[in-house]
Structure formats: C-alpha cells, structure tokens
C-alpha cells in the first residue's frame, strides 16, 4: 500500500455516541467449568460481553467507521501493531480495528490452550493452536473486510471482531457509547456503525474545514 501524501489526512472530526432504544437483555452467565484454568482465572461469576450497555442506554463494542466518501485517496498502514490478547479465557479487546497491512500481534496471557480461528471472507481465514507456552503469534489481513469473526474453537464462548479497514478513519464505542474520527478531510462521508446483535445503522453527513460535525447512532430492538 503505497503512503498517503500529507494533504490526505484533514483536521475535521466526528464525534458522537452510539444508544440502544429498548429493554436491554440481561447478560447470560458462561459456564467455564470444561477449562478447570478458565475457571480459575476467570471472575466469578463470568457473563457474556454480547451486548454492553449502561443505565441511560449508551452502547459499548460499537464500530464506527467512514464506509464512503474518501474517494481515491490511500492509507499507509500503521506499523504499530494491534493487539489481541486472550485474558481470563476472553478476548480483549472484543471489538477492534485494524488497517490492511498491519500486524495483528495475538497474545496468550493465559495458563491454557487457545485456539484462534478468524472465519475471514475477503482475507485468507487462519486457525491458531496456541499453548499455554506460546504466548506471542501474529497474521496480518490484506484487505478491507468488517467485520471478520474470531473465535476459539476449544472455548466456545471467546469470540471477537475485526474491522480490517484500508484507512485510519475507525473508531469503537467506550463504555459511554463515545466515539471519535479524528484528521479527517473536508468532504461528504458515509458513516457506519456495526453492533454484533443489531447489524448496522448509516449516516450521511458534511463536513467543512476544521470542523467537528456531532451524530449519534440509535439502534432499537429487533
């Protein structure tokens, strides 16, 4: 991927925050009793991290990213590599970004077998055994894809996902539903937001020259 010249990146941004309208579902307990390590090394109890949401209905794990508008323009990957850890029998971080042709560095910190299977459609797919003494293997994806699912097939409840991007302009939603696009160029974008459960929801907005355009996202129950 060839860099991108300095003009291509702006100094406007979007910011703004992600909801949930509706009765969020409780949170389902996962039963890690098959790994004695799992167990261990996991809080008591474990619950599932499909959908995080506070009281006022602001939405974690959400990505957002630019889907159109950056017309021809190209991105140098960062050579900063993302990583993902596998943590108390849980990926960490859940949801993430990752631009084509960056190193994805996948770290075991756990005293177990893990088994890292990304189930990729545009990129060539991968399945990881690591160790309880492998603790460091990387892959890198070629090309734009959201989202790639990443599971590990020995612990049927870790699951992860990738939005492999060819440019910088992603973001994913703290626990406040917060998220930020930052540099980018004046110019007209479509703006995507992905939830694991609720699919995706696309804004179209404007921005002019050093401004900070504010949208939120709303998804409802289906």
């Known amino acids: ?36 390590a799992c167990e261990q090394e996991s809080e008591a109890p474990a619950y599932s991290e499909e959908m995080v949401c506070n009281t ?11 889907k159109a508008g950056l017309g021809s323009r190209r991105y ?19 949801v993430f970004g990752i631009q084509a042709g960056q190193t994805l560095k996948i770290l075991n910190s756990d005293h177990t077998l893990h088994n890292v299977h990304a189930s990729a459609e545009n990129n060539k797919p991968f399945n990881l055994a690591m160790s309880a003494a492998e603790k460091v293997r990387t892959r890198v994806f070629d090309r734009a894809e959201v989202m790639i699912p990443i599971r590990c097939n020995v612990h049927p409840w870790m699951i992860a996902y ?56 709303t998804f409802q129950q289906r």
């Open 162 to 217: 990738a939005g492999v991007l060819d440019h910088p302009f992603y973001s994913v939603t703290d626990t406040t539903g917060s998220f930020k696009l930052s540099a980018l160029p004046a110019r007209e974008y479509e703006i995507e937001a992905w939830h694991e459960l609720f699919g995706t929801l696309l804004q179209k907005i404007k921005i002019a020259e050093a401004e900070t355009t504010t949208i939120d996202f």
């Open 76 to 94: 140098a990957a960062s050579t900063t590599p993302v990583m993902l850890d596998q943590h108390r029998c849980r990926y960490e971080p859940r």
């Open 1 to 36: 991927m060839t860099e991108a010249p300095r003009n291509a990146l702006g100094n406007s941004a979007v910011i703004g925050r992600v909801f949930f309208n509706g009765k969020a579902p409780a949170p389902k307990v996962i039963r890690m009793k098959q790994d004695p």
């Open 56 to 66: 006022d209905g602001a939405l974690a794990n959400v990505f957002v990213y630019v």
